[in-house]
């Protein structure tokens, strides 16, 4: 009677209540509590392996915890699988989108739940499935096409058709589980606006999210996680960003990161009218020419889409250029393959760690040596694999890097949260020295202590004298590391300058395609 009663004076549409959950060498959840009141956005913050998604995915069904009870508007439920969170009324939204890339936003969205636009004879009845989710669609100010083929939509088209498919199947509590990771800022925009309509409809939200601005934006209430436990819960609105980090890290965390002056010595890197087709033979990458000089950071700031994914695959050697040069030190490496780059000095942190970066069936220690394993000291006698030594460096590193790897060198990197897999290939690439890293998102996924921490190593490499080429989408990362800044457009260089002689908004105007010639020192 007395917890009755407590329930409805609290309205809670969630509580977790003592929820455990073990792995082989790691505690994910010590005795975890949360509690969801009804059409709240409640954020969830925490470090890199926290325990966020863990909790997260209990309460979808993806795992099932090994001690605690779950609650669902005061009654206590057991989700054994993703289907009985469905029937509660339970939609998540992945980090990781698990969409089919060749078929239609229609098709994706009714996957798995087909029986609900079965039409006469037991056949699919595409076209009232494309129906009702248009008028999904156009409720929530989502503004996407059904019929649409997922690998012809941006990545943000692509996080509203899995917020479309919980929709699709009537969710009332809705997980987003670090939605802005792969969004440019524009997007997260967008995201934010679609969040606030989602609860004045009357949806409860839960938030997990590294991004303290996010937080403040949307959220009501905050829990914060630190290494499997629960530290506290807030009321947003009475708490500062500066707060709120050092709950979740327990210290505090400095936002803004001093950098030495310019050093720059002599011209590293050079790329000469480069041209690069994408994957459907299109020119994504139009007669681009940039320098990069020892002991700078080269930053390029522009909306996902415009060329940079191609710019890197072309610098790093996984795709051939249609024209122009590729300088290293003067000595033209335009038609090297990747490992003879990588011997050269290239280093290269992906923006896709999963894809490009990792193997995620390896080891710590066999992803540290990934890029060279056939040499001294991971290779003896030419063909035998030292892993004693693989197994040092990759402890020497976790450590270094503080990745929260619960087995050690040996943990499964494909095991381990997005962050500290992201840890391990900065750690790899920094490790392996070189006179050029190129780098895309580095920071993405990441706390906010693991970000100051990690720009601070990226300083650290370019104080060495080390010719960095940075690109990412957090413009607030771009203004706060790079020495020069170039915009890019459809492919091309828009403008190059100086840091401290642009804004954030000259920037986003440039972002969007307008020409400047102002453009600084670009040479």
């Known amino acids: ?56 995915s209990i309460l979808f069904g993806s795992y099932n915890p090994d001690f605690g009870k779950i609650i669902i508007r005061g009654k206590e439920v057991k989700i054994k699988d993703p289907n009985d969170a469905t029937a509660l009324g339970i939609g998540m939204v992945h980090q990781h989108f698990k969409l ?16 609900s636009c079965l039409g006469r004879f037991g056949m699919l009845d595409l076209k009232s499935a494309e129906k009702k ?55 997260i925009d967008e995201l934010m606006d679609i969040i606030r309509l989602l609860k004045s409809t009357g949806k409860t939200i839960i938030l997990i999210t590294h991004k303290l601005k996010e937080i403040k934006a949307v959220a009501d209430r905050c829990t914060v996680l630190r290494r499997g436990k629960t530290i506290d819960t807030v009321n947003v609105a009475d708490v500062t960003e500066e707060q709120l980090a050092e709950l979740m890290v327990g210290r505090a965390v400095k936002f803004e990161i001093e950098k030495n002056p310019l050093h720059a010595g002599k011209e590293v890197l050079r790329l000469e009218n480069i041209c690069i087709k994408n994957t459907k033979g299109r020119l994504a990458v139009d007669n681009l020419s940039l320098n990069v000089r020892a002991g700078e950071i080269l930053g390029i700031a522009g909306v996902d889409g415009n060329g940079q994914s191609e710019l890197l695959y072309g610098i790093s050697g996984m795709v051939p250029l249609e024209s122009g040069r590729i300088l290293l030190n003067g000595e033209d490496i335009s038609k090297l393959s990747v490992r003879a780059r990588t011997q050269k ?32 000291p991971y290779t003896v006698h ?27 060198a040996q943990t499964i990197a494909g095991s381990m949260s997005g962050g500290n897999q992201q840890k391990v290939i900065i750690a790899r690439e920094i490790d392996m020295g070189g006179d050029v890293i190129v780098i895309a998102q580095p920071t993405r996924g990441l706390d906010v202590g693991a970000i100051e921490y990690i720009r601070r190593r990226i300083l650290a490499e370019r104080d060495k004298g080390r010719a960095i080429l940075l690109i990412s989408f957090e413009l607030d990362e771009i203004m706060n590391l790079c020495d020069r800044i170039a915009t890019i457009s459809k492919g091309q260089i828009v403008g190059v300058f100086n840091a401290g002689e642009v804004t954030e908004s000259q920037i986003g105007f440039m972002m969007a395609g307008s020409k400047n010639t102002s453009t600084g020192e670009s040479e």
Do not use: W
């Open 1 to 56: 009677m007395l917890y009755m009663e407590h329930y409805m004076a609290e309205n809670f549409a969630i509580e977790m209540i003592d929820i455990t959950k073990t792995f082989p060498g790691v505690i994910a959840n010590d005795h975890v509590t949360l509690h969801v009141k009804e059409n709240e956005v409640l954020a969830l913050l925490g470090e890199n392996g926290a325990g966020k998604s863990t909790l997260m």
């Open 100 to 115: 089919i890339h060749n078929y239609t936003v229609t098709e994706n969205i009714i996957l798995g739940n087909e029986k």
């Open 133 to 187: 989710i248009s008028e999904l669609s156009n409720t929530y100010g989502l503004q996407v096409n059904p019929s649409d083929i997922i690998e012809d939509i941006t990545v943000g088209m692509q996080q509203r058709v899995e917020i479309l498919k919980v929709l699709y199947r009537n969710a009332d509590i809705i997980i987003f589980d670090e939605p802005t990771a792969v969004l440019t800022p524009q997007e």
């Open 345 to 376: 000095g290239i280093g290269h942190i992906p923006e896709d760690r999963q894809k490009h970066g990792l193997v995620g069936a390896f080891t710590v220690a066999q992803n540290v040596a990934l890029k060279n394993y056939y040499a001294s």
């Open 382 to 408: 030419k063909c035998i694999l030292n892993e004693s030594e693989m197994k040092r460096k990759a402890t020497a590193l976790i450590k270094d890097f503080d990745i929260r790897a619960g087995e050690g």
